[in-house]
Protein backbone atom coordinates (compact mmCIF):
# COMPACT_ATOMS: atom_id res chain seq x y z
CA UNK A 1 0.00 0.00 0.00
CA UNK A 2 1.59 3.28 -1.04
CA UNK A 3 -0.43 5.11 1.58
CA UNK A 4 0.13 3.31 5.28
CA UNK A 5 -3.65 2.97 6.71
CA UNK A 6 -2.73 4.86 9.55
CA UNK A 7 -2.40 7.88 7.42
CA UNK A 8 -5.20 7.39 5.03
CA UNK A 9 -7.38 7.23 8.20
CA UNK A 10 -5.90 9.93 10.10
CA UNK A 11 -6.06 12.35 6.40
CA UNK A 12 -9.88 10.99 6.10
CA UNK A 13 -11.10 11.91 9.34
CA UNK A 14 -9.59 15.10 9.24
CA UNK A 15 -11.58 15.50 5.72
CA UNK A 16 -14.76 14.86 6.88
CA UNK A 17 -14.04 17.09 10.45
CA UNK A 18 -13.27 20.19 8.45
CA UNK A 19 -16.32 19.23 6.07
CA UNK A 20 -18.57 19.09 9.09
CA UNK A 21 -17.26 22.30 10.75
CA UNK A 22 -18.37 23.93 7.58
CA UNK A 23 -14.68 24.88 6.46
CA UNK A 24 -14.31 25.46 2.42
CA UNK A 25 -10.60 25.57 2.72
CA UNK A 26 -8.40 22.93 4.70
CA UNK A 27 -5.12 22.18 4.53
CA UNK A 28 -4.03 18.27 3.96
CA UNK A 29 0.01 18.40 3.33
CA UNK A 30 2.01 21.49 4.49
CA UNK A 31 4.85 22.35 2.09
CA UNK A 32 7.36 23.38 4.24
CA UNK A 33 10.72 24.59 3.05
CA UNK A 34 13.31 25.46 5.61
CA UNK A 35 15.33 26.36 2.78
CA UNK A 36 16.13 27.24 -0.81
CA UNK A 37 19.87 26.01 -1.23
CA UNK A 38 20.75 22.87 -3.07
CA UNK A 39 23.53 21.08 -4.22
CA UNK A 40 22.64 20.19 -7.85
CA UNK A 41 21.20 23.15 -10.40
CA UNK A 42 18.57 20.89 -11.93
CA UNK A 43 16.80 22.14 -15.30
CA UNK A 44 13.45 21.70 -13.95
CA UNK A 45 13.69 23.78 -10.86
CA UNK A 46 14.96 27.50 -10.12
CA UNK A 47 15.58 27.72 -6.36
CA UNK A 48 19.20 28.33 -5.87
CA UNK A 49 18.57 31.43 -8.68
CA UNK A 50 17.54 33.32 -5.86
CA UNK A 51 20.32 36.26 -4.07
CA UNK A 52 22.25 34.65 -1.61
CA UNK A 53 20.53 36.75 1.27
CA UNK A 54 17.84 34.16 0.73
CA UNK A 55 19.84 31.17 -0.08
CA UNK A 56 21.28 31.63 3.35
CA UNK A 57 18.17 32.15 4.74
CA UNK A 58 17.11 29.15 7.33
CA UNK A 59 13.39 28.20 9.17
CA UNK A 60 14.59 27.43 12.38
CA UNK A 61 13.01 24.65 14.12
CA UNK A 62 10.16 26.61 16.33
CA UNK A 63 9.37 28.56 12.67
CA UNK A 64 8.52 24.93 11.56
CA UNK A 65 7.12 23.65 14.53
CA UNK A 66 5.30 26.87 14.27
CA UNK A 67 3.84 26.37 10.74
CA UNK A 68 2.87 23.15 11.07
CA UNK A 69 0.37 23.66 13.87
CA UNK A 70 -0.88 26.65 12.66
CA UNK A 71 -1.97 25.05 9.63
CA UNK A 72 -3.46 21.79 11.30
CA UNK A 73 -1.95 19.67 8.50
CA UNK A 74 -2.03 16.00 8.86
CA UNK A 75 1.04 15.50 6.81
CA UNK A 76 4.23 17.83 6.15
CA UNK A 77 6.15 17.64 3.30
CA UNK A 78 9.86 18.78 3.94
CA UNK A 79 10.88 20.15 0.43
CA UNK A 80 13.69 23.07 -0.38
CA UNK A 81 16.25 22.87 -2.03
CA UNK A 82 17.71 19.98 -0.21
CA UNK A 83 16.61 20.03 3.45
CA UNK A 84 19.57 17.73 4.46
CA UNK A 85 21.89 20.80 3.79
CA UNK A 86 19.85 22.25 6.85
CA UNK A 87 22.04 21.45 10.28
CA UNK A 88 18.67 21.09 12.23
CA UNK A 89 16.83 19.35 9.91
CA UNK A 90 16.53 16.14 12.39
CA UNK A 91 15.81 18.67 15.23
CA UNK A 92 12.82 19.33 12.82
CA UNK A 93 11.71 15.70 11.51
CA UNK A 94 11.77 14.35 15.45
CA UNK A 95 9.96 17.69 16.63
CA UNK A 96 7.03 17.22 13.92
CA UNK A 97 6.64 13.41 14.48
CA UNK A 98 6.48 13.99 18.38
CA UNK A 99 3.08 15.98 17.47
CA UNK A 100 1.97 13.13 15.25
CA UNK A 101 2.54 14.60 12.08
CA UNK A 102 3.23 12.38 9.23
CA UNK A 103 6.65 13.71 7.60
CA UNK A 104 7.73 13.52 4.21
CA UNK A 105 11.52 14.01 4.11
CA UNK A 106 11.99 14.98 0.03
CA UNK A 107 15.89 14.35 -0.78
CA UNK A 108 17.68 14.16 -4.07
CA UNK A 109 19.85 11.78 -2.08
CA UNK A 110 22.91 13.18 -2.17
CA UNK A 111 23.59 13.06 1.51
CA UNK A 112 21.45 10.70 3.02
CA UNK A 113 23.52 7.68 3.40
CA UNK A 114 25.65 10.34 5.46
CA UNK A 115 22.65 11.22 7.21
CA UNK A 116 21.12 8.44 7.84
CA UNK A 117 21.96 7.89 12.00
CA UNK A 118 20.60 10.91 12.32
CA UNK A 119 16.89 9.46 11.59
CA UNK A 120 15.27 6.81 13.10
CA UNK A 121 12.31 4.67 11.29
CA UNK A 122 8.53 5.61 12.45
CA UNK A 123 5.44 5.06 11.19
CA UNK A 124 5.15 8.65 10.73
CA UNK A 125 8.31 9.39 8.98
CA UNK A 126 8.98 8.43 5.14
CA UNK A 127 11.73 9.64 2.51
CA UNK A 128 10.78 11.03 -0.32
CA UNK A 129 13.60 10.21 -2.89
CA UNK A 130 13.68 12.23 -6.45
CA UNK A 131 14.17 9.72 -9.64
CA UNK A 132 12.91 11.47 -12.63
CA UNK A 133 13.62 7.61 -14.63
CA UNK A 134 16.13 5.80 -15.30
CA UNK A 135 19.87 6.47 -15.20
CA UNK A 136 20.13 8.50 -18.19
CA UNK A 137 17.16 10.50 -17.84
CA UNK A 138 17.06 10.98 -14.10
CA UNK A 139 21.24 12.53 -14.31
CA UNK A 140 19.73 14.24 -17.65
CA UNK A 141 16.98 16.15 -15.64
CA UNK A 142 19.26 16.68 -12.79
CA UNK A 143 22.13 18.09 -14.79
CA UNK A 144 24.78 15.75 -13.20
CA UNK A 145 25.83 12.56 -13.80
CA UNK A 146 26.26 9.81 -11.00
CA UNK A 147 23.40 10.85 -9.27
CA UNK A 148 20.88 8.11 -10.38
CA UNK A 149 23.20 5.75 -9.33
CA UNK A 150 24.24 7.29 -5.71
CA UNK A 151 20.15 7.90 -5.10
CA UNK A 152 19.60 4.38 -5.62
CA UNK A 153 22.64 3.45 -3.82
CA UNK A 154 20.66 5.85 -0.36
CA UNK A 155 17.28 3.88 -1.41
CA UNK A 156 19.20 0.67 -0.95
CA UNK A 157 20.90 2.17 2.49
CA UNK A 158 17.59 3.53 3.95
CA UNK A 159 15.55 0.20 3.46
CA UNK A 160 18.00 -2.05 4.80
CA UNK A 161 17.54 0.23 8.34
CA UNK A 162 13.93 -0.40 8.29
CA UNK A 163 12.84 3.15 7.04
CA UNK A 164 10.20 4.14 4.59
CA UNK A 165 11.05 5.10 1.55
CA UNK A 166 8.68 6.66 -1.44
CA UNK A 167 10.45 7.76 -4.88
CA UNK A 168 9.14 11.03 -6.67
CA UNK A 169 9.20 11.36 -10.06
CA UNK A 170 8.52 14.31 -13.02
CA UNK A 171 7.55 13.22 -16.23
CA UNK A 172 8.35 15.83 -18.89
CA UNK A 173 7.60 16.20 -22.94
CA UNK A 174 9.00 13.42 -24.87
CA UNK A 175 8.86 10.77 -22.42
CA UNK A 176 8.88 7.71 -23.53
CA UNK A 177 5.71 5.16 -22.14
CA UNK A 178 7.73 2.15 -22.51
CA UNK A 179 11.09 3.33 -20.79
CA UNK A 180 8.56 4.97 -18.35
CA UNK A 181 7.31 1.68 -17.58
CA UNK A 182 10.67 -0.17 -17.73
CA UNK A 183 11.77 3.00 -14.45
CA UNK A 184 9.00 1.82 -12.87
CA UNK A 185 9.76 -1.49 -13.06
CA UNK A 186 13.42 -0.81 -11.48
CA UNK A 187 12.16 1.21 -8.78
CA UNK A 188 9.30 -1.77 -8.08
CA UNK A 189 12.55 -4.40 -7.80
CA UNK A 190 14.00 -1.74 -5.28
CA UNK A 191 11.07 -2.46 -2.89
CA UNK A 192 10.45 0.87 -2.23
CA UNK A 193 6.69 1.75 -0.31
CA UNK A 194 4.95 3.77 -2.79
CA UNK A 195 5.97 6.13 -6.35
CA UNK A 196 4.90 9.37 -6.76
CA UNK A 197 4.76 10.47 -10.26
CA UNK A 198 3.84 13.93 -11.03
CA UNK A 199 3.47 15.54 -14.95
CA UNK A 200 6.12 18.41 -15.23
CA UNK A 201 4.60 22.06 -15.21
CA UNK A 202 6.44 25.33 -16.46
CA UNK A 203 6.01 27.27 -14.00
CA UNK A 204 8.02 30.62 -13.96
CA UNK A 205 10.74 29.97 -11.75
CA UNK A 206 12.33 26.99 -13.69
CA UNK A 207 15.00 27.82 -15.70
CA UNK A 208 14.06 24.96 -18.97
CA UNK A 209 10.21 25.71 -19.39
CA UNK A 210 10.59 24.41 -22.82
CA UNK A 211 9.97 20.52 -21.66
CA UNK A 212 7.23 20.47 -19.57
CA UNK A 213 3.49 18.54 -20.73
CA UNK A 214 0.54 20.50 -21.68
CA UNK A 215 -2.53 18.96 -20.11
CA UNK A 216 -3.23 17.09 -23.47
CA UNK A 217 -0.17 15.73 -23.26
CA UNK A 218 -0.23 14.68 -19.42
CA UNK A 219 -3.32 13.25 -20.05
CA UNK A 220 -2.07 10.84 -23.43
CA UNK A 221 0.93 10.36 -21.45
CA UNK A 222 -0.82 8.87 -18.12
CA UNK A 223 -2.98 6.55 -20.05
CA UNK A 224 -0.14 4.77 -22.30
CA UNK A 225 1.84 4.13 -18.92
CA UNK A 226 -1.04 3.52 -17.05
CA UNK A 227 -2.13 0.72 -19.74
CA UNK A 228 1.41 -0.64 -20.18
CA UNK A 229 1.41 -0.74 -16.22
CA UNK A 230 -1.77 -3.42 -16.14
CA UNK A 231 -0.62 -6.61 -14.01
CA UNK A 232 2.64 -5.19 -13.25
CA UNK A 233 2.23 -4.26 -9.54
CA UNK A 234 3.50 -0.80 -9.14
CA UNK A 235 2.63 0.84 -5.72
CA UNK A 236 1.75 4.59 -6.03
CA UNK A 237 1.30 7.33 -3.44
CA UNK A 238 -1.35 8.65 -4.56
CA UNK A 239 -5.00 8.73 -4.87
CA UNK A 240 -6.45 6.48 -7.26
CA UNK A 241 -8.83 9.62 -8.69
CA UNK A 242 -6.15 11.38 -8.83
CA UNK A 243 -4.42 8.81 -11.27
CA UNK A 244 -7.71 8.90 -12.71
CA UNK A 245 -7.81 12.82 -13.16
CA UNK A 246 -4.51 12.51 -14.63
CA UNK A 247 -5.42 9.77 -16.84
CA UNK A 248 -8.41 12.55 -17.98
CA UNK A 249 -11.66 10.75 -17.02
CA UNK A 250 -12.18 13.74 -13.89
CA UNK A 251 -12.75 16.97 -14.09
CA UNK A 252 -11.36 18.64 -11.40
CA UNK A 253 -10.75 22.23 -10.10
CA UNK A 254 -7.49 23.14 -8.59
CA UNK A 255 -7.45 23.46 -4.78
CA UNK A 256 -4.28 24.78 -3.88
CA UNK A 257 -5.17 25.70 -0.02
CA UNK A 258 -4.56 21.86 0.40
CA UNK A 259 -1.22 21.89 -0.34
CA UNK A 260 -0.33 25.82 1.73
CA UNK A 261 3.67 26.42 1.15
CA UNK A 262 5.71 28.13 4.14
CA UNK A 263 8.97 29.27 2.98
CA UNK A 264 11.59 31.24 4.59
CA UNK A 265 9.80 34.57 2.88
CA UNK A 266 6.60 33.34 4.68
CA UNK A 267 3.18 31.53 3.35
CA UNK A 268 3.77 31.80 -0.47
CA UNK A 269 0.81 32.40 -2.34
CA UNK A 270 -1.29 30.79 -4.33
CA UNK A 271 0.54 27.49 -4.33
CA UNK A 272 4.29 25.95 -4.12
CA UNK A 273 4.48 26.29 -7.46
CA UNK A 274 3.08 29.93 -8.47
CA UNK A 275 5.15 32.86 -6.06
CA UNK A 276 2.61 35.90 -6.17
CA UNK A 277 3.29 36.97 -3.01
CA UNK A 278 3.08 35.96 0.73
CA UNK A 279 1.32 36.48 3.62
CA UNK A 280 2.80 36.93 7.13
CA UNK A 281 0.52 33.80 8.63
CA UNK A 282 -1.15 31.21 7.57
CA UNK A 283 -4.95 32.93 8.35
CA UNK A 284 -3.73 35.73 6.17
CA UNK A 285 -2.73 33.42 3.55
CA UNK A 286 -6.06 31.76 3.64
CA UNK A 287 -8.52 34.84 4.71
CA UNK A 288 -6.83 37.74 2.27
CA UNK A 289 -5.70 35.24 -0.84
CA UNK A 290 -8.08 35.63 -3.87
CA UNK A 291 -8.30 32.05 -4.66
CA UNK A 292 -11.05 32.08 -7.17
CA UNK A 293 -8.48 34.35 -9.49
CA UNK A 294 -6.07 31.05 -9.74
CA UNK A 295 -6.72 27.57 -11.39
CA UNK A 296 -7.27 26.60 -15.01
CA UNK A 297 -9.90 28.49 -16.34
CA UNK A 298 -9.32 31.52 -14.23
CA UNK A 299 -5.61 32.60 -14.87
CA UNK A 300 -3.29 31.86 -17.57
CA UNK A 301 -0.44 30.81 -15.69
CA UNK A 302 -2.15 27.46 -14.09
CA UNK A 303 -3.53 26.65 -17.69
CA UNK A 304 -1.70 23.46 -18.07
CA UNK A 305 -0.79 22.57 -14.51
CA UNK A 306 -2.19 19.12 -13.71
CA UNK A 307 0.00 18.72 -10.55
CA UNK A 308 -0.80 16.91 -7.04
CA UNK A 309 0.01 20.44 -4.83
CA UNK A 310 -3.28 21.54 -6.96
CA UNK A 311 -5.17 18.34 -7.10
CA UNK A 312 -4.72 16.11 -5.04
CA UNK A 313 -6.66 17.63 -2.42
CA UNK A 314 -9.71 17.74 -4.83
CA UNK A 315 -9.35 14.07 -5.43
CA UNK A 316 -9.18 13.11 -2.06
CA UNK A 317 -12.54 15.20 -0.57
CA UNK A 318 -14.17 13.97 -3.84
CA UNK A 319 -13.11 10.17 -2.65
CA UNK A 320 -14.58 10.71 0.72
CA UNK A 321 -17.83 12.23 -1.02
CA UNK A 322 -17.99 8.77 -3.29
CA UNK A 323 -15.79 6.19 -2.22
CA UNK A 324 -17.86 3.52 -4.25
CA UNK A 325 -16.66 5.75 -7.47
CA UNK A 326 -12.88 5.62 -5.58
CA UNK A 327 -13.00 2.12 -4.92
CA UNK A 328 -14.27 0.95 -8.35
CA UNK A 329 -10.90 2.89 -9.57
CA UNK A 330 -9.08 1.82 -7.34
CA UNK A 331 -9.79 -1.96 -8.09
CA UNK A 332 -10.64 -1.72 -11.39
CA UNK A 333 -7.84 0.80 -12.33
CA UNK A 334 -8.56 4.07 -14.13
CA UNK A 335 -10.16 4.22 -17.46
CA UNK A 336 -7.60 4.30 -20.51
CA UNK A 337 -10.06 3.80 -23.39
CA UNK A 338 -12.67 6.17 -24.95
CA UNK A 339 -13.14 9.86 -24.46
CA UNK A 340 -12.15 12.04 -21.58
CA UNK A 341 -13.65 13.87 -19.59
CA UNK A 342 -13.84 17.64 -20.43
CA UNK A 343 -11.46 20.18 -19.43
CA UNK A 344 -12.71 23.23 -17.67
CA UNK A 345 -13.01 25.81 -20.17
CA UNK A 346 -10.44 28.25 -20.65
CA UNK A 347 -13.04 30.99 -20.91
CA UNK A 348 -12.33 34.51 -19.50
CA UNK A 349 -8.77 33.37 -18.16
CA UNK A 350 -6.83 36.66 -17.19
CA UNK A 351 -3.87 37.31 -18.31
CA UNK A 352 -0.63 36.68 -16.61
CA UNK A 353 0.94 39.95 -14.72
CA UNK A 354 4.80 40.13 -14.41
CA UNK A 355 5.00 39.94 -10.78
CA UNK A 356 7.82 37.83 -9.79
CA UNK A 357 10.79 40.14 -9.44
CA UNK A 358 8.19 42.41 -6.99
CA UNK A 359 7.76 39.47 -4.95
CA UNK A 360 11.15 38.48 -4.91
CA UNK A 361 12.17 42.13 -3.24
CA UNK A 362 9.32 41.25 -1.20
CA UNK A 363 10.73 38.33 0.56
CA UNK A 364 13.95 40.11 0.60
CA UNK A 365 12.55 42.92 2.71
CA UNK A 366 10.56 40.32 5.04
CA UNK A 367 14.09 38.72 5.53
CA UNK A 368 15.39 41.74 6.62
CA UNK A 369 12.31 42.34 9.08
CA UNK A 370 12.59 39.15 10.37
CA UNK A 371 16.28 39.79 11.24
CA UNK A 372 15.21 42.86 13.29
Known amino acids: MGIPLRQSLRIGLHVIGRHLSGDRRYPLVLMLEPLFRCNLACAGCGKIDYPDKALNARLSVDDCIAAAMESGAPVVSIAGGEPLLHREIEQIVKALIQRKKFVYLCSNGLLMEKKLDLFEPSPYFTWQVHLDGSREEHDLAVSQEGTFDRAVA ?87 LFLDFLAGNQTYRCAPWGFPTRNVF ?48 TAVADTIAHPLKALAVALLGPQLDGPMAPDIPLDGQRPASDVYSKVVEEGLAYLDRAAS
Open 154 to 240: AIQAAKARGFRVNINCTLFHGADPVKVAAFLDEVKALKVDGITVSPGYAYERAPDTEHFLNRHNTRTLFRDILRLGRGRGWTFSQSS
Open 266 to 313: GWQRPCYLLNEGHADSYKSLIEETDWDSYGTGNYEKCADCMMHCGYES
